[in-house]
């Protein structure tokens, strides 16, 4: 057959063999005309660039990746940023990362990309099919690397209120235990509530008012502080929850009073009996 764009467009009902009776060059000419299609268009769907990768990944055509890092050097556009992000999200679920890939330098990008727009979405999603794709064949440092770029990701999209549909995938980088501080405590405050017939102390999030955590007890048992907590935003999980009271409940309101003389504090959920203990200075962001 001859190899159009159309192969691309119509990927999901397509065979990978389609591709392997074809020179590389001519696969690769295609596809990068296909991609660049898709750079003017007023909505770029992620999902449909996503099955042209996904196809890609399923042909014998190796180190295509590189094609599309390629394109994003010579083109760091928003758009083009969007674009190689949705097809590496579908290339990197049945291909292994290329080893001469600069997973580093992409993960970088996301430093430098707004965070409301769909080029970081894309860019974030790419990055969490390489971390954990069957395929991927990626090395301890670089999966290191990779979770703790996500993770600080995610901490901004729950900071910042917005692309829910990433938060979706990248709550599963957080596994029990997890208690690396991991959200922008910048990006909330604590207030005391004395709405009702008992007082709490609350941490809301400052972009949109929603309240995030109540605390309703702070005690000191021997060395060990108890603070009990409840979950009011559903976005958030436990891991989120002791760099938040630390410095704008336990450090904020109650002016580090238990400094000096708590060793350890347990974050005790108190609908879920979801106990975290960490040692006073460890919540500190």
Not at 78 to 92: E, I, T
Not at 131 to 156: E, F, H, I, P, V
Request: charged share 20%.
């Amino acid at each position: 057959m001859t190899l159009t764009i159309k192969t691309f467009a119509y990927a999901r009902d397509q065979d990978p063999a389609v591709l392997d009776g074809e020179a590389r060059g001519a696969v690769i000419a295609t596809l990068t005309e296909w991609l660049r299609i898709w750079l003017p268009a007023s909505f770029i769907d992620g999902e449909y660039i996503a099955d042209g990768g996904i196809l890609v990944g399923k042909s014998h055509h190796t180190e295509m990746d590189l094609v599309a890092w390629e394109l994003l050097c010579d083109e760091p556009t928003l758009p083009m940023h969007n674009v190689v992000g949705a097809f590496l999200d579908g290339y990197w679920g049945p291909r292994a990362v290329s080893a001469s890939f600069d997973l580093a330098a992409y993960s970088g990008t996301l430093d430098r990309l707004p965070l409301n727009d769909r080029a970081y979405a894309a860019t974030a999603l790419a990055l969490y099919s390489a971390l954990c794709s069957r395929a991927s064949r990626l090395a301890s440092t670089q999966q290191d690397m990779l979770r703790q770029r996500l993770l600080s990701a995610r901490g901004k999209i729950l900071s910042h209120n917005v692309l829910p549909y990433v938060l979706g995938s990248l709550d599963y980088l957080v596994g029990p235990g997890q208690s690396r501080p991991i959200v922008d405590v910048a990006s909330y405050r604590g207030y005391r509530c004395d709405d009702g017939p008992k007082s709490y102390l609350v941490v809301e999030r400052l972009t949109d008012h929603t309240d995030v955590v109540h605390v309703h007890e702070v005690m000191l048992r021997g060395r060990t502080l108890e603070v009990s907590y409840e979950i009011s935003d559903s976005k958030h999980l436990d891991v989120d929850i002791p760099p938040l009271i630390f410095a704008h409940i336990l450090k904020g309101l109650l002016e580090d009073t238990f400094r000096g003389q708590a060793d350890s504090v347990n974050y005790v959920n108190t609908k879920t009996q979801m106990t975290t203990t960490l040692p006073y200075e460890d919540a500190e962001v």
